[in-house]
T-cell receptor, first 117, second 114 residues
Framework: AQKVTQAQTEISVVEKEDVTLDCVYE???????LFWYKQPPSGELVFLIR??????QNEISGRYSWNFQKSTSSFNFTITASQVVDSAVYFC??????????????FGKGITLSVRP | EAGVVQSPRYKIIEKKQPVAFWCNPI?????LYWYRQNLGQGPELLIR????????DSQLPKDRFSAERLKGVDSTLKIQPAELGDSAVYLC????????????FGPGTRLLVL
């Protein structure tokens, strides 16, 4: 069975601070995908990144960066110089790849990030 | 390109009443998903369609929930009768053929059962 743990429930920072959102996962598969989604107050889930289990390279996209470490089963997300518009709920998710189209996205409980001006 | 469209955005009903949610996926996306998101939780899959066929409905409470996707495009999720515990956000998502790992989500329908 697959599981995603987001131990932080709420984080509050002041604008321009850096913030890291933690994600720890469990899976028995050797091939899997990891995701981060953003859910603003409007409700839709916005796709941020997908990582497959064979690619441990860290990724940077603008102010966003992701640190994937298989040794600790973690896929952490850092926002640099946070902005008020970053305020949202952030979900980490896991999908096992071996079952292909039958794979399911398993989400963590989400982290509510509040960025104060 | 238009995203996944859902309606209504909000619905308030009394328990034991029926309710239906509608989803129009992104054009060309043959896979459609319905998720339920309880307060303070991540979404959980209810049912997945490949075209008009429900290929995974193992998490759908079939005693009161039903879904259909008659022409392989739009889909409707129904609850009858609704219970207090059904209060949640119901999200629809879609993906391209063979691209199950990239799902696009709609804004959801927020249901409150009184």
């Amino acid at each position: 069975a697959q599981k995603v743990t987001q131990a932080q429930t709420e984080i509050s920072v002041v604008e321009k601070e850096d913030v890291t959102l933690d994600c720890v996962y469990e899976t028995r598969d050797t091939t899997y995908y990891l995701f981060w989604y953003k859910q603003p107050p409007s409700g839709e889930l916005v796709f941020l990144i997908r990582r497959n289990s064979f690619d441990e390279q860290n990724e940077i996209s603008g102010r966003y960066s992701w640190n994937f470490q298989k040794s600790t089963s973690s896929f952490n997300f850092t926002i640099t110089a946070s902005q008020v518009v970053d305020s949202a709920v952030y979900f980490c998710a896991l999908s096992e790849a071996r079952t292909g189209a039958n794979s399911k996205l398993t989400f963590g409980k989400g982290i509510t990030l509040s960025v104060r001006p | 390109e238009a995203g996944v469209v859902q309606s209504p955005r909000y619905k308030i009903i009394e328990k034991k009443q029926p309710v239906a949610f509608w989803c129009n996926p992104i054009s060309g996306h043959n896979t459609l998903y319905w998720y339920r998101q309880n307060l303070g939780q991540g979404p959980e899959l209810l049912i997945r369609y490949e075209n008009e066929e429900a290929v995974d409905d193992s998490q759908l409470p079939k005693d009161r929930f039903s879904a259909e996707r008659l022409k392989g495009v739009d889909s409707t999720l129904k609850i009858q009768p609704a219970e207090l515990g059904d209060s949640a956000v119901y999200l629809c998502a879609s993906s391209l053929p063979g691209r199950w790992e990239t799902q696009y989500f709609g804004p959801g329908t927020r249901l409150l059962v009184l």
